[in-house]
């Protein structure tokens, strides 16, 4: 079964083509980031109108780069969300146009079972069940994860994303947009005794989040910084500021996944989303699962942002165990808030 994959939920589009036999036969992958820079962040419209240009030489090129004919695709995936309701209804409406044309069915998938799937296509895989950070810009989740549509909420953030304190935090620092891997690649030189700043929730006797609270940390120290202005502050005091925030995210994160894992018996972490990149935590969940034994999986780096892959993957996924979940039905609907927890084995 070939499934093409359809990926718009926010500022990259996405495109690829799984087959269940073979594997990912391609993929393609254009980032809008440059285009938001320029405002410190994602435009939705321009995030919508890009789309819309993209999208047909990204299916034009996954096609040419794995020898497969339109009319080849057996079923089309699409996210359906959560994310922004333009960029949704944009890829919406092209898979199901491009589906109605070839008269195959279409399956829309939740963006985030995409990202927890997406450790399954490295070469060493994960088994069922597992424990999973869900850990991106708009979301941090802990996930009991004991097969496709069977998810059990654990834990999730009560304010601000990881992803989210990463970008705001960097712009506090004078940082550009995307400031996620700014404010890491600043920290690798940092002194991380120079500033402790607080670890939100670390102690909380549960798997929730907080981090809007260290974000705020973050600006008492650079307001009331001696250089008087983030513009006056010396290369190596943003480094050390960079340090101490990076230190507290990832130390939280690290904690509640061992603590997740402790209290479900479980042996397996999965990492999954635009944050599972970050180098600093990965290297912390590597000597936690190392002094823990326990095993700990990421994504392959090129998956771990937004991308069609998953989006193939997660949709091949659910049609394996339930093949008439496609329908010829080209009505559609997005839902730009999906609680994931509310998906269920089909």
Request: one cysteine or more.
């Amino acid at each position: 079964m070939i499934v093409l994959g359809v990926e718009s939920s926010c500022d990259e589009t996405g495109l690829a083509l799984y087959d269940t036999e073979r594997g990912l036969l391609s993929h393609a992958l254009y980032s809008q980031v440059a285009m938001h820079e320029e405002y410190g962040g994602v435009v939705p419209e321009l995030a919508s109108r890009d789309h819309i240009r993209r999208a047909i030489p990204l299916l034009q090129q996954v096609l040419e780069q794995s020898g497969v004919a339109k009319h080849d695709v057996d079923a089309i995936a699409y996210t359906q969300g959560p994310g922004l309701a333009g960029a949704l209804l944009v890829g919406s409406s092209i898979a199901c146009s491009l589906a109605l044309a070839l008269d195959k069915p279409v399956l829309g998938v939740h963006h985030l079972e995409g990202h927890l799937l997406s450790p399954l296509l490295a070469s060493k895989p994960p088994e069922f069940p597992f424990i999973a950070l869900l850990v991106s810009g708009g979301h941090t989740q802990l996930m009991r994860v004991d097969g496709v549509g069977q998810y059990t909420l654990l834990g999730e953030t009560l304010d601000d994303a990881a992803g989210e304190a990463f970008d705001k935090s960097a712009k506090l620092l004078g940082l550009g947009y995307p400031g996620g891997p700014a404010i890491s690649r600043l920290a690798d030189c940092g002194d991380p005794l120079a500033y402790k700043l607080p670890r939100p929730m670390m102690h909380s006797k549960d798997f929730n989040f907080s981090f809007s609270g260290l974000k705020t940390a973050v600006l008492t120290v650079v307001k009331n910084h001696p250089a008087q202005g983030v513009a006056n502050i010396c290369e190596q005091d943003k480094a050390n500021i960079a340090r101490g925030f990076v230190d507290a995210i990832v130390e939280v994160l690290t904690a509640k996944c061992v603590s997740a894992l402790k209290h479900t018996g479980l042996k397996r972490l999965v990492i999954a989303g635009g944050v599972g990149a970050n180098a600093q935590l990965r290297a912390a969940l590597n000597a936690a699962a190392a002094k823990k034994r326990f095993q700990v999986f990421y994504p392959e780096l090129e998956f771990c942002t937004d991308n069609g892959a998953m989006i193939a993957f997660a949709g091949a996924m659910r049609l394996q165990i339930n093949p008439a979940a496609a329908k010829k039905d080209y009505s559609f609907n997005v839902r730009p808030r999906w609680p994931l927890d509310e998906l269920k084995v089909i």
